[in-house]
């Protein structure tokens, strides 16, 4: 099973819409293996976004990543990176589609909900800097045989 890191930025968490993604992953039928709320701190911002460094958004990136309190989760599933980033909608929201998560709650490009990996390797890399091995839960559900083939 592919994993990949979900932060629920901090819009989302002030707006409320906690709940409402996680049911949305949920009932998809993805497995959330870890989960915690945190505070992001500048230092992690930089390593988590380090890509990023040098572009004319980056310093209001990590203001905004750092500016309150984000939900971070490992999900699980095959093909979960492919799955997680057509639920979450185009970076822009106002290029998402209606029912992906961007497309139905966002509406600025800089307060855009949710992060989401974009590659199983970067899924593995973001993992590892929000959660330690042990935090992360492997579990099997009785429900998975009417999910998966």
């Known amino acids: 099973m592919e994993r990949s890191l979900i932060i629920l930025k901090p819009d989302a968490v002030q707006r409320g819409l906690i709940g409402p993604i996680l049911t949305r992953i949920e009932q998809r039928g993805l497995r959330i293996i870890g989960m915690k709320l945190m505070q992001i701190d500048e230092s992690l911002a930089r390593r988590h976004y380090a890509i990023h460094e040098g572009k ?4 209001s990136l990590i203001t905004y990543i750092t500016s309150g309190p984000v939900v971070v989760l490992v999900v699980a599933g095959r093909n979960v990176i492919e799955v997680v ?3 979450v909608g185009a970076t822009n929201p106002v290029k998402a589609a209606p029912g992906t998560i961007r497309g139905d709650f966002a509406l600025e490009i800089g307060r855009n909900l949710i992060h989401a990996s974009d590659s199983p390797e970067n899924g593995e890399m973001e993992i590892n800097l929000f959660f330690r091995p042990e935090e992360l839960v492997e579990m099997r559900r009785s429900t998975d045989q009417w999910i998966y083939e």
């Open 56 to 59: 004319a958004f980056f310093d």
């Open 85 to 87: 980033r057509s639920m």
